[in-house]
């Protein structure tokens, strides 16, 4: 839920997890909510803020899989099993691959 506050700025509150294949273990995960300020008035800026409280929260759910997941799995095999890393970052993990875009890719 992300809901502007009279104070001035937006709050998203989440909650994330990754279990394990069976869907017993959690292997990561956390409550998170994150707060991002309302730079003016209107519609607009308050979806930017609320933009920008997303893109943290995947950015935390990014950071807390790269924790749980062994390096030989985010680094891949060999050279051709990595995605191309123009794209950004890349792991590999027992899921599948997962690829994180930086900010100035858009």
Do not use: C
């Not at 809901?3 to 273990?25: F, K, M, Q």
């Not at 943290?56 to 759910?61: K, P, S």
Request: hydrophobic share 35%; proline share 8%; no cysteine.
């Amino acid at each position: 839920m992300s809901e502007p506050r009279t104070d001035g700025s937006v709050i998203l509150v989440a909650r994330w997890r990754v279990l394990d294949g069976a869907g017993r273990t959690t292997l990561a995960g956390e409550r998170v909510s994150p707060v991002q300020p309302i730079a003016g008035s209107g519609d607009p800026v308050v979806v930017a803020a609320m933009s920008r409280a997303v893109e943290d929260f995947t950015g935390r759910i990014a950071a807390g899989i790269r924790r749980a997941t062994p390096a030989h799995f985010r680094a891949g095999k060999d050279s051709s099993d990595r995605p191309n890393p123009s794209h950004g970052s890349a792991w590999r993990t027992p899921w599948g691959t997962i690829l994180s875009r930086s900010r100035r890719d858009g």
